[in-house]
């Protein structure tokens, strides 16, 4: 029992992180259809930044405010200008292509650059163990997951609660109209991308601690995101969330009880299964097919 | 120059290519063989991907997994003492059969979902030959994998099993160019264009779906088949996602949609990082950095800008034509 309330603790902070992740993978597929492959890079790279920082002597909490910054500039703006804003015209497929090129360059950068061995990085929520109801659960755990969740919170809240939130979701939705009743969309859409930069970077530093930083790293966890997005729903930002939550869990339950060997294929099972009976995902609204 | 001048110009630089694939590799050295070889058969994946992709508009990122799955059926049915014929054979029917069936959610879901949906089944194949040791011997691989006796002729030197590639290259092309002339190939691009349409002029959507998943996953077997006597040694790691990923560019860069996409996507796939080695490390990096440019330029790829130039250049023409026939028409009016 106890066993199991770790595990469910280990995977709700997990997922909470793949959630981060996917939210921004949806932001920018709803705002300028981009299908980004190099999602799991995005998030490697942050890490590697505030690493170099470091490196430089620069203590930890200003290496963690450049390392934002720096990714809002090369993963939000960058990305942006240089890769979507040329490709965006050609189509979803061609730009999906670029993502991946895109997503070789960066883990290849990274190797060359830093290091094709795993780095070790410093956690921001100390280690140890704490206390819930009589047992002992990963400090690590809780304060991941309770970061995550108030970054997906807050999100929420500027997404729903504020005129800047309603404009992005009207620029997002129909951008057509929205121009016409003056929302500004193209900074709208530039808005996304840096909230999506900004998300990366969170949860680059968030997961780094627990699984190392490495180049190769980016593969899974953008795997992840994407399932996440799509068994949540790939048109809903609150879709994204349970998907990710519910990846996470899954995943360290399957770890545990159906065998190590086997574990990454059980989110997969779980993809093809939704995607063939309900394509719009969990909490997904149907999107109308184009003839 | 005429009509005809041009076709017999087409040929004979046709036929001065494939004279070129087959009399200079003659005294390339060990490793230079090998890379040519490996070029042959990812041409052979990605002519596959092309059928699937380009002339069916079917997004795949399964093909990594097919050639794995060749590759994997000529191993363990050669180590076994079985000939290599019989392993196409069932790397063939196998390849076929799975892709058929990988072509059911492409009747339900299209585009990125296919992605997903074909992404997830490459990483279950992978997952599969990783661990199911009984079968593949998990990480430690395959090795000794025997190449086969042709004609009495043994191909274990590295030229000869050259030539091997290179003939199975060009069936597998004959038989390309023979299926897209045909009806079949048609219906293909019907689907591609107007799926709709194309239902209502009569095509069997349904079942030219699952026939282009089907025939290309079967190339991807073709393909497999050859990889594993070329490395002699296979083990999961080649076969993960990034193949997929790799074979999906290669078709993307050389052009989509066109025939001799995969043949040129492939050669910068394959030659290119050989070419680049001089800059060592960061040749990867320079090859992704070249395909986002390229796809910005052009995003139907290398052939597409050809294909550009030449309507470009066919549109002037008229033009000139038209300029010069202008003042006849005015006075005979």
């Known amino acids: 029992m106890s066993n199991l309330l770790d595990l469910l603790v280990a995977g709700l902070a997990t997922g909470a992180i793949y959630a981060i992740v996917a939210v921004g993978f949806t932001l920018l597929w709803q705002t300028s259809q981009t299908i980004n492959f190099a999602q799991g890079e995005f998030v490697m790279l942050p890490a590697f930044l505030m690493l170099a920082a470091m490196h430089a002597g620069v203590p930890f909490w200003l290496a963690i405010i450049f390392g934002i910054l720096l990714s809002m500039l090369l993963l939000g703006l960058g990305f942006k200008m240089l890769l979507v804003d040329p490709m965006l015209r050609h189509g979803v497929l061609p730009l999906a292509i670029a993502t991946m090129a895109l997503a070789i360059g960066i883990k290849e950068a990274v190797k060359q650059f830093f290091s094709a061995e795993a780095s070790p990085f410093p956690s921001i929520v100390p280690a140890g163990d704490i206390s819930v109801f009589g047992r002992l659960v990963s400090l690590q755990s809780l304060g991941v997951l309770a970061l995550a969740i108030s970054a997906v919170v807050a999100l929420t809240l500027l997404l729903n609660r504020t005129s800047l939130g309603h404009q992005m979701q009207a620029a997002a939705q129909n951008p057509t109209v929205a121009r016409i009743i003056g929302v500004p969309v193209e900074r709208m859409i530039l808005l996304t991308f840096l909230i999506n930069a900004f998300l990366v970077a969170l949860a680059s530093l968030l997961i780094t601690p627990i699984y190392l930083a490495k180049f190769s790293s980016g593969e899974v966890l953008g795997q992840a995101a994407f399932i996440a997005a799509i068994v949540g729903g790939f048109n809903q930002v609150r879709g994204a969330i349970a998907g990710g939550l519910l990846i996470g869990v899954v995943d360290n339950l399957a770890a545990a009880y159906v065998s190590t060997q086997y574990r990454a294929a059980v989110p997969m099972l779980l993809l093809i299964v939704i995607i063939l009976f309900r394509p719009q995902g969990l909490l997904g609204r149907p999107e109308e097919r184009t003839v | ?333």
């Open chain 2, 1 to 333: 120059m005429s009509a005809a001048t041009k076709k017999y110009l087409r040929i004979a630089f046709g036929l001065a290519v494939i004279a070129a694939l087959i009399f200079v590799p003659m005294n390339f050295n060990r490793y230079g063989l090998f890379i040519l070889s490996q070029w042959a058969v990812m041409t052979i994946a990605a002519m596959g991907l092309n059928l699937t992709l380009g002339y069916a508009g079917q997004v795949s990122l399964a093909q990594g997994a097919f050639v794995g799955i060749g590759a994997y059926t000529a191993a363990i049915m050669t180590t076994q003492g079985l000939p290599l014929i019989g392993a196409l054979g069932v790397s063939i029917v196998l390849c076929f059969a799975i892709g058929w069936l990988l072509g059911y959610p492409a009747l339900r879901v299209q585009h990125h979902y296919l992605a997903f949906v074909t992404l997830a089944f490459s990483t279950l194949a992978f997952l599969v030959f990783r661990n199911e040791d009984w079968l593949t011997k998990g990480i430690y691989g395959i090795s000794n994998i025997p190449r086969p006796h042709l004609f009495g002729f043994a191909t274990n030197k590295p030229l000869p099993f050259y030539y091997v590639c290179l003939g199975s290259l060009g069936i597998v092309s004959l038989a390309v160019w023979w299926l897209i002339r045909s009806p079949w190939g048609r219906a293909f691009v019907a689907l591609r264009e107007n799926p709709i349409r194309a239902l209502s002029l009569g095509i069997d959507t349904r079942r030219y779906t699952l026939m282009a998943f089907a025939i290309g996953s079967a190339l991807g077997g073709v393909a497999g088949t050859l990889y594993a006597p070329l490395t002699q040694y296979i083990d999961p790691v080649p076969f993960n996602l990034s193949l997929s990923l790799d074979l999906l560019m290669m078709v993307i860069v050389g052009g989509s949609g066109f025939y001799f996409g995969p043949f040129l996507g492939a050669m910068i796939a394959v030659l290119l990082p050989e070419w680049l080695r001089f800059t060592q490390g960061y040749y990867l990096m320079l090859y992704a950095l070249a395909v986002i440019l390229l796809l910005i330029y052009s995003p139907t790829g290398i052939l597409g800008i050809l294909d550009r130039y030449l309507t470009e250049r066919r549109t002037k023409a008229a033009s000139a034509l038209r300029e010069v026939a202008k003042p006849k028409l005015e006075t005979a009016a």
